[in-house]
């Protein structure tokens, strides 16, 4: 019985000192701001995740009010902050976009989202 107790408390303070091992990337901020208004086209869009990205599976869309990608479709990860997701904008023409990210993590998670800005008129 005491060996069984040991085990379960090694195992409950293993779980308890890495709770990293769970975490997933998770949008912390962007430019443009989530839910902003901008007063002209922004050149890009920069997310910034809570953890390091794996290039080849994290992507993201900018989409007018019709759905339709407006981005330049060039999205890739920084190669100098890996948590950092980007793709370039041509000039937007004032109204609403969404931003749709769909992100796997370096510890193997999915994450996605979206959000959505206003280029003011």
Request: glycine share 6%; aromatic share 8%; charged share 25%.
């Amino acid at each position: 019985m005491k060996r069984v107790l040991l085990c379960v408390l090694f195992v409950a303070q293993s779980l308890g000192c890495s709770p990293s091992a769970w975490a997933h990337a998770f949008l912390d901020h962007a430019t443009p701001a989530v839910g902003s208004t901008v007063r002209s086209s922004p050149p890009e869009v920069k997310l910034w995740f809570t953890q390091e990205l794996e290039p080849a599976f994290s992507s993201v869309r900018v989409e007018d009010a019709g759905g339709k990608q407006v981005d330049g479709n060039d999205a890739k990860v920084d190669a100098g902050d890996a948590t950092l997701l980007e793709v370039s904008l041509p000039k937007l023409e004032p109204g609403r976009y969404r931003v749709r990210w769909r992100v796997l993590s370096v510890d193997t998670h999915v994450t996605e989202g979206d959000f959505t800005f206003d280029v003011a008129r």
